[in-house]
């Protein structure tokens, strides 16, 4: 495996990357950082005492007309709401809390991607019960027309589809902020689970010139659209 750049800052330009998904250590991050490396198509991620910068060979996108919304998700959809940005602190908790193998949510993640909620840059969708329970979610990072997901969860007792029906709602949101065909959610890598929602692949070089495009266009209301069922769905599969 190549060698990453190593550097405490700042973090290197494409025409020193390496061919791998890692990038780049350094032996920390604040805010400020972990901003200027999503604008750069980088992302954190802990590694050993390190923090590592990702930038994959292969990215993972979700084309805004992509999501694939099988009718027991539509059916299931009905009996949830959705709202943007009412509780980042308990969604952020529950994703560092999922029992899951490489966990990378650690006190300092918290706190950075908390500090970027409050300057209005990371943002929660949560899935709610008709009575308000927080069911699931997900989190991630919103710059001009790109989004970065970081992370996603789900209630496995009273929530089986919420981590999906936030996907719904985020899909929703974004498209209704325009031009939806520039707009880019970026999902890091393409999973077998992802893939099952309309994840696909692109190169390095694509994703670069596709966010270079995205960062220029106007951030998205973060307001859920009142329509959000609906307004996820890809065009031809509207009126079946």
């Known amino acids: 495996m190549a060698r990453p750049y190593l550097d405490p800052a700042p973090l290197p330009g494409p025409g020193q990357w390496v061919g791998q998904d890692l ?20 992302f954190p991620m802990p590694v050993d005492d390190w923090i590592g910068w990702f930038s994959p060979v292969r990215r993972g996108i979700l084309p805004l007309d992509a999501l694939r919304v099988p ?28 029992d899951r193998d ?18 209005g840059r990371a943002h929660s969708v949560e899935t709610r ?13 919103g710059y ?5 997901g970081e992370s996603m969860f789900h209630d496995p007792q009273a929530g089986r589809d919420a981590s999906k029906v936030a ?20 999902v890091q890598w393409r999973t077998d689970h992802l893939a ?9 070089e694509d994703y670069l010139v596709r966010l270079r495009r995205a960062v220029e266009l ?15 769905l890809p065009t031809a599969s509207l009126g079946q």
């Open 23 to 42: 990038v780049a250590l350094t032996l920390g991050m604040d805010a400020p950082l972990v901003m200027r490396a999503y604008v750069n198509a980088m």
């Open 71 to 98: 009718r027991s998700l539509r059916k299931s959809a009905r009996h949830y709401q959705v709202t943007v940005d009412r509780d980042f602190d308990a969604v952020l908790a529950a994703c560092a809390g999922q």
């Open 102 to 119: 490489g966990g990378w949510i650690d006190p300092d993640v918290v706190a950075i991607y908390t500090e970027l909620h409050r300057a």
């Open 129 to 141: 019960t008709p009575d308000g329970r927080l069911v699931g979610g997900l989190y991630g990072v």
């Open 144 to 148: 001009g027309g790109l989004f970065a």
């Open 167 to 186: 996907l719904m709602g985020l899909v929703a949101m974004l498209r209704a902020g325009g031009r939806p065909e520039q707009r880019l959610l970026d």
């Open 196 to 204: 099952t929602l309309g994840v696909t692949e692109i190169s390095r």
């Open 218 to 232: 106007p951030q998205p209301a973060w307001v859920m659209p009142p329509d959000w069922r609906t307004g996820c």
